[in-house]
């Protein structure tokens, strides 16, 4: 099975089920650190796979052993990943492994526990980041604030294109994003049920930064 869009062209659930399977296990309660950090990185190489699917390609030629043929390489893609701290610093060496030319930059923000609002506390950018195609990386789009203001925040340094890979998204944080943000696609593993009264996505799977490191 292929993507699945929901509700808008430039959302896409993943249904394959292997990203299934292992967001099954990622959500348990009793899975540990250790496995829920590996189970992050499978999640993140499986959805930028899907995430990539229309980057560019040109053909070349190639002597194989047997015979020279024409295949096909990627052409005019420079890639910036860029985790949103903390809990997606868990995904970048995924999307690394994909796409090891890419940069990557860090952008920190933080939930207000009051109002919920994003909080900016750390910034560091490739300078050519207005040349890149960019891959925002976070586990949970809970409000879509913290993802909104990211993406703004990269609009204002001049970059074009901007995708944002989650794990898993409330409705609440899908329309924030698509209602605030133009042209940004969205890919994610499930689209739950709705927030809870303190912003946790239900039935989510908790805080996916203190699962990963550890912390409470």
């Known amino acids: ?16 089920p292997l990203i299934q399977h292992k ?6 309660e009793d899975t540990g650190a250790k496995e829920f950090r590996e189970l992050v990185k499978e999640l993140s190489l499986l959805i930028t796979f899907e995430a990539t699917r229309n980057f560019h390609l ?20 420079k890639v910036a990943v860029i985790p949103i701290l903390r809990a997606g610093l868990g995904m970048v060496e995924a999307v690394l492994e994909l796409i090891p ?7 920190g923000l ?22 890149r195609d960019i891959l925002i990386v976070d586990p949970m789009l809970a409000t879509g604030g913290s993802a909104s203001a990211a993406v703004k925040f990269l ?28 042209n940004v696609k969205v890919y994610v593993a499930a689209i739950d049920s709705h ?14 930064g203190d699962r990963m490191f550890g912390t409470k």
Not at 175 to 182: F, K, T, Y
């Open 155 to 182: 609009r204002g340094k001049g970059a074009r294109e901007i995708n944002l890979i989650c794990l898993i998204a409330a409705p609440e944080g899908i329309e924030e994003v698509v209602n605030s943000c133009e």
């Open 195 to 208: 927030l809870n009264e303190h912003g946790y996505i239900v039935p989510g799977l908790g805080d996916a």
């Open 110 to 131: 933080y939930r207000d526990p009051e109002t919920l609002a994003p909080v900016e506390y750390y910034c560091k950018l490739p300078e050519d980041i207005g040349e």
């Open 1 to 16: 099975m292929g993507p699945k869009i929901a509700n808008h062209p430039n959302v896409f659930v993943l249904d394959h």
């Open 101 to 107: 030319a890419a940069k990557v930059g860090h952008i």
């Open 23 to 28: 967001l099954t296990i990622l959500r348990d």
């Open 58 to 77: 040109a053909e070349t030629t190639v002597k194989t052993p047997v015979a020279e043929t024409t295949s096909y390489v990627l052409v005019g893609k």
